[in-house]
């Protein structure tokens, strides 16, 4: 049996082939195929007229007959694997000529794509695949994108506001350095600590914290120490604790949510990273838009909320 190997849905590839089943299989098509090959008859002799030859040379014809048989005439049953998720599903009545060329063309690069894993990806990409690594980081992206999906790990302990404290340190600490052009909000998004190009510090300005208890005035200097710590210590932990079964976790446990995002970052060949600034990266950035927008909004630069709104979507 042949077998056509593929990168994404096998269904949807199932019902190509059986598209080509159906019009090949037809009687229309074979009445199609004869008033070509007459057609075809028509031009050589026509040809051969116009070069003064007498004779009819039929071997151009004889060979798209020949290719046509061995394209056409030969229904196969076809077997098609799915690369991610090892699924097969076949298709019976796959004219050969399709069959082969796709089974060639799909076997060379999955060969291909092997011998390359094989010699540039780390251990991790071997192990687990770099598919796999991309899926890991889209769903910790996806399940921070949002302050509704950080559930009780906004609040890990009573009277905490993650979301909040970092809106309003934000807001009163980070803005006003981007006003004063101590920053920008390029360069902040473009340091690689993303986390620590946050912080203002400054004894002048202060914010609102919310890391339990009763809400924390204080500076800019002292609130960024207290809620990076905070949200390194209590957030994160519990963050992780949730999205642990989303990874696939089986046991639920932060640890084995650090495992399962640690894998993943060597498999896409950023090891040294480590999985709670990972973590609070990515929960972060939305909520440094989040105050943007509040800040534009604030001023009354609703033009501007809007564009930020919009870009974070």
């Known amino acids: ?136 980081i889209k769903k910790v992206r996806i399940h921070t994108m949002s302050v509704s999906n950080f559930g009780a790990a906004n609040a890990p302990v009573a009277g905490a506001d993650v979301y909040s404290s970092w809106v309003n340190y934000i807001s009163e600490c980070t803005v006003p350095a981007i006003e004063l052009r101590l920053t920008s909000v390029e360069v902040i998004m473009r340091n690689p ?34 809620l990076r710590n905070f949200t390194a210590t209590s957030f994160v932990p519990q963050f992780l604790t949730q999205i642990a079964p989303v990874l696939g976790g089986r046991a639920g446990s932060s640890a084995e949510a650090v495992t399962i995002i640690s894998n993943a970052l060597n498999g896409i060949g950023l090891g040294t990273t480590s999985v709670v600034d990972f973590v609070m990266t990515s929960a972060l950035v939305p909520v440094f838009l989040d105050a943007l927008a509040q800040s534009a909004e604030s001023t009354y630069s609703a033009s501007y909320a809007t564009m930020i709104a919009d870009a974070a979507r």
């Open 193 to 226: 600590s993303f986390v620590a190009a946050l912080e203002l510090n400054s004894n002048v300005n202060g914010t609102e914290i919310y890391i339990g208890g009763s809400p924390t005035n204080t500076d800019c200097a002292n609130a960024f120490t207290q």
């Open 1 to 136: 049996m042949w077998t056509i190997y593929a990168i994404g849905d096998t269904a949807f590839l199932q019902q190509i082939l059986q598209g080509i089943v159906m019009l090949t299989g037809g009687g229309d098509y074979m009445v199609t195929a004869r008033i070509a090959t007459a057609i075809g008859a028509l031009v050589v002799m026509f040809r051969s007229l116009r070069a003064g030859d007498l004779s009819i040379d039929f071997k151009e014809l004889l060979i798209a007959f020949i290719l046509y048989g061995l394209v056409f005439a030969t229904p196969v049953t076809v077997a098609i694997e799915s690369v991610s998720t090892g699924a097969v599903v076949t298709q019976a009545g796959v004219p050969v000529g399709f069959v082969a060329s796709g089974s060639f063309l799909s076997l060379l690069g999955m060969k291909l794509t092997e011998q390359f894993e094989t010699a540039f990806s780390t251990p991790s990409m071997l192990q687990h695949g770099f598919q796999a690594s991309l899926e890991t």
